[in-house]
């Protein structure tokens, strides 16, 4: 069983950062893999970032490729989502995802726990 809780957001302007943090209970944190997701308003849920266990595999949607960073530390039992250069379209609430020890996923189904979501608001 994991749990996690989401941190960071908040509201900026445009061509600002934000830091996101998710915590995480549980011994064996370090196996899961590790992905963000965000959701606008009527909008599906869309993947982000994810990561592996050991942190050296990555993997990105197009739309924040170069500007999102997504890291890890296994003996604080947490993730991280470090946005730069933020636009209006990045406005959604983030949320933080757990995957069974695996590679890394896109699907949100292939998630089996979830946050309960922080609010990012980018304004023009």
């Known amino acids: 069983q994991v749990q996690l809780v989401e941190s960071g957001g908040g509201l900026v302007q445009a061509g600002g950062s934000l830091r996101l943090s998710c915590a995480a209970s549980g011994r064996t944190f370090s196996s899961y893999v590790m992905g963000w997701f965000r959701q606008a308003p009527g909008k599906e849920r869309e993947f982000v970032a994810a990561i592996d266990w050991s942190g050296s595999g990555t993997d990105y949607a197009d739309s924040v490729k170069g500007r999102f960073t997504i890291s890890r530390d296994n003996a604080k039992n947490t993730v991280y989502l470090q946005m730069n250069s933020l636009k209006p379209e990045d406005t959604a609430v983030y949320y933080c995802?757990?995957?069974?020890?695996?590679?890394?996923?896109?699907?949100?189904?292939?998630?089996?726990?979830w946050g309960q979501g922080t609010q990012v608001t980018v304004s023009s």
């Open positions: 995802a757990a995957k069974v020890p695996g590679t890394v996923a896109r699907v949100p189904w292939h998630y089996g726990y």
